[in-house]
């Protein structure tokens, strides 16, 4: 798509920093990381409920437990909400991945949660918390069982190897959810495909196992989004309940709006693009909130994001400056994100989330990706200057100009290699090498540290690091 130079004028002329985005910034940065016991409890509640039942099954429910269970939250200025903790910057080590996250964090002098450099916070009611939950998911968490068959397979090496940073232990990866079709449909939907499946199934012979596989993932689908719905709904009612005490005129109107965006996205579709972005934030933060160590990225934002933008701009009902603000109060949401690391990987290097933003590239169909909010992003991320979310640019032969100008801009201004670029040519080539079809591959996005994967995945990653220092030794 073309945009007019003049229209890129605007866009780089807007103000994503406003009075309340400037605000909700400086108070994550000044604020300090606590681990909190919140997320450690209630997974250890839902597996002790659940025992008898398949795993995935099992699996849903412990997300639903979380999704009713997790404090809400909703801050001064705040027109996107959630939190995946009570503190401004917090997270609970996920003990239901690895037992051992959890005693981890009390075994050095420093408390820390993703780095080994800023030190964190937490009360001796929740250290003893996470304690007890650790100890019962001693042996049954993943990790375990997957650190006592890498030492039955390599014996005492692999401690040496871990203790040379060698190599690190598995590691979950991330999901790509399909933002587009949360947006477009809704969660509502998405269950009642689930349900239309359901009867099919129960209407057929179930004697095989897969069959019966099937039928627990769907049932498991319908819980799952049920809790995610829930989560939303909890901070319509807490918008709600603000309203009603506030003072301020503009801000009551404010929560007023929230608590009605809550009380329809995710469920059903998003009227415009407050919606979608809410409806995608939700939806990130409840897979970080599932997965506890490592889950959803926000992808190919200026896709999925765009219908509704351009709708909501061709009917009057948005500038480009609200959506500047917008998108600041989302980036900052992207901002808050902790995660508690194992002490391997906080000793190899310093880290965030790695929730990944890739712009720019080609659509399903082969043409040039670009549209207006491609330009927008960037300029968000021009003027935030954070190290989350990381920025990638796709580009290709087609790529305009002028987005190869202001990414370079971009770039040479934050001085921090943001953003990346990824070369679609070189990228499908590789993607169509291994099996997938080309207009998957056309679909990708930037997950990890900078590895292509196709939209809509996710995966379980072995991760090894090499100490080159120590090799050389």
Not at 160 to 185: E, F, N, T
Not at 245 to 264: D, G, P, S, V, W
Not at 273 to 284: M, P, R, T
Not at 352 to 374: F, K, M, S, W
């Amino acid at each position: 798509m073309v945009i007019a130079t003049a229209e890129i004028d605007q866009i780089s002329r807007v103000n994503a920093l406003t009075d309340r985005v400037r605000k909700r910034k400086e108070e994550w940065f000044d604020a300090r990381p606590h681990v909190d016991a919140e997320r450690a409890r209630l997974v250890t509640e839902s597996w002790k409920e659940t025992e008898d039942e398949p795993a995935v099954i099992r699996r849903a429910k412990l997300f639903k437990k979380i999704m009713e269970g997790i404090s809400v939250t909703i801050r001064e200025g705040e027109l996107i909400v959630g939190y995946q903790s009570r503190y401004i910057r917090g997270a609970s080590p996920a003990i239901d991945f690895n037992s051992t996250y959890g005693p981890q964090l009390f075994a050095s002098e420093h408390l820390t949660l993703s780095g080994e450099v800023k030190t964190g916070e937490i009360s001796e009611a929740e250290k003893a918390s996470i304690l007890e939950d650790s100890a019962y998911w001693k042996g049954r968490a993943p990790g375990d069982v997957i650190a006592r068959l890498t030492k039955e397979v390599f014996g005492s090496k692999i401690d040496d190897l871990l203790s040379a940073r060698i190599a690190v232990s598995p590691c979950p990866h991330y999901a790509m959810p399909d933002y587009g079709k949360v947006i477009d449909v809704g969660l509502n939907g998405i269950i009642a495909e689930a349900k239309e499946h359901i009867q099919k199934l129960l209407s057929s012979d179930l004697s095989d196992e897969s069959s019966i596989d099937r039928y627990h993932f769907l049932e498991a689908v319908v819980i799952s989004c049920q809790g995610a719905i829930n989560f939303a709904r909890r901070y319509a009612r807490l918008a709600r309940k603000m309203a009603t005490q506030e003072a301020n005129e503009t801000r009551k109107k404010e929560l007023e709006m929230i608590a009605e965006t809550c009380e329809r996205v995710p469920a059903d579709p998003a009227r415009g693009f407050h919606e979608a972005l809410q409806s995608a934030w939700f939806i990130a933060l409840a897979g970080n909130l599932e997965c506890g160590y490592m889950g959803s990225i926000p992808g190919r934002m200026d896709q999925y994001l765009y219908p509704s933008y351009q709708k909501d701009m061709d009917e009057g009902r948005l500038t480009r400056q609200e959506a500047a603000e917008l998108v600041g109060c989302y980036w900052v949401k992207l901002c808050e994100m902790e995660h508690i690391r194992p002490t391997e990987r906080k000793q190899i290097g310093q880290g965030n989330q790695i929730l990944d933003v890739t712009l720019g590239g080609l659509t399903r169909e082969g043409r040039d990706a670009t549209n207006e909010l491609t330009y927008l992003i960037l300029e968000v991320a021009h003027q935030f200057k954070t190290p989350q979310p990381s920025v990638f640019l796709r580009v290709h032969n087609e790529t305009p100009q002028a987005l190869w100008m202001k990414a370079v801009e971009v770039n040479r201004d934050r001085g921090d290699g943001q953003p990346a670029f990824m070369n679609d040519e070189a990228v499908l080539l590789n993607q169509t090498g291994l099996g997938v079809s080309l207009e998957d591959a056309r679909d990708y996005q930037a997950t990890g540290c900078l590895h292509p994967l196709p939209s809509h995945a996710a995966g379980f990653n072995q991760i090894k690091f090499f100490n080159m220092a120590k090799v050389l030794e």
